[in-house]
């Protein structure tokens, strides 16, 4: 069951990861796609964990996370590497490219998914402090 889950969550992160891509050469037209896809797919899931981390540490232990600067410039360091090794090092970027992967087969379904993960977690940027600030 577990490696159930652990395939899920990999799809999601293929899923991401190729619309994050599009964007990158549609709409910024950038020289080093790849290179950029990894680092803005590295923003928002360092802008996610640093959200959760911040509501479970207001919530449950009463400790503000947005006022730890030390982990909240580690994060998105450690995440850069990981996801560096994952899709670039290995070359599962190139074949994700090559595969398409959508979620259960929707292609409008995959970049509202898409479109929801980046709203959720830029905007993090904007309530998260004052969402923190309201539990502790």
Same mark, same amino acid.
């Given at each position: 069951?577990?490696? @159930?889950? $652990? !395939? ?10 190729? @619309? ?26 360092? #802008?996610?964990? !640093? ?9 449950? %232990? ?5 006022? !730890?600067?030390?982990?909240? #410039? ?6 850069? /590497?990981?996801?560096? %090794? ?9 074949? /994700? ?18 479109? $929801?993960?980046?709203?959720?977690? %830029?905007?993090?940027? @904007? ?5 923190? !600030?309201?539990?502790?």
């Amino acid at each position: 069951m577990h490696q @159930f889950q $652990i !395939n899920k969550a990999m799809k999601l992160l293929d899923v991401l990861y190729y @619309f994050y891509y599009k964007y990158t050469i549609k709409v910024l037209k950038d020289n080093e796609p790849l290179a950029t896809t990894v680092f803005m797919l590295s923003i928002s899931e360092s #802008f996610f964990c !640093n959200g959760m981390a911040s509501i479970i540490g207001a919530k449950y %232990f009463g400790v503000s996370i947005s006022s !730890n600067k030390p982990f909240l #410039f580690s994060v998105p360091i450690i995440i850069l /590497i990981i996801n560096y %090794f994952y899709f670039q090092k290995s070359g599962r970027g190139k074949e /994700i490219i090559i595969e398409k992967p959508l979620l259960f087969g929707s292609r409008g379904f995959s970049i509202a998914v898409t479109l $929801i993960f980046w709203i959720v977690t %830029f905007s993090w940027l @904007f309530w998260g402090v004052s969402a923190e !600030n309201s539990l502790l």
